[in-house]
């Protein structure tokens, strides 16, 4: 059996330097959006630099990559505070299919909110080549 760790390296974000306390909430989801592994999220952000917020975080997906269901995706929300409104709010997201699985970096897209755990109404978040920056680890067991 497999086990992925995905280290969350940074994401490039035009307005980066801006965000307060952001962190990446993780989530393994199926087709109909229902959670297959408890969510976890990262610490808030390690620094923030030009367009980058950089987190170098490993999360460790708690099922074995064999038992995720077919058609489902691994799902990286950006969220930050935001003091006026006095609460956490998500940015933006991004995620990876099954067939993205496999050691080494991988850089991932990233759509614009509402998150869309079914995956039917994608808009990226700009035209800008702004990506989560990912990178993959398999274990055996």
């Known amino acids: 059996m497999t086990l992925l760790t995905i280290r969350i390296e940074k ?6 330097g801006q965000c307060i ?3 990446i909430t993780v989530s393994v989801k199926d087709l109909n959006g229902i959670d297959l592994t408890p969510v ?3 610490p808030v952000a390690s620094r923030k630099e030009d367009t980058y917020v950089h987190f170098n975080v490993d999360i460790e997906l708690q099922k074995h990559v064999e038992k995720l269901t077919k058609g489902a995706a691994i799902f990286f929300e950006f969220k930050h505070y935001k003091p006026k409104k006095r609460f956490t709010s998500t940015k933006c997201f991004a995620f990876m299919e099954m067939d993205e699985i496999k050691p080494g970096p991988i850089v991932i897209e990233l759509y614009k909110k509402p998150t869309d ?4 109404k994608l808009q990226l978040l700009t035209k800008k080549p702004l ?3 990912l990178h993959q680890t398999l274990h055996k067991e």
């Open 11 to 16: 994401i490039g974000l035009k307005d980066a």
């Open 21 to 23: 306390d952001p962190y």
């Open 40 to 42: 976890q999220d990262t």
């Open 117 to 120: 755990f079914k995956r039917k």
């Open 131 to 133: 990506y989560l920056h």
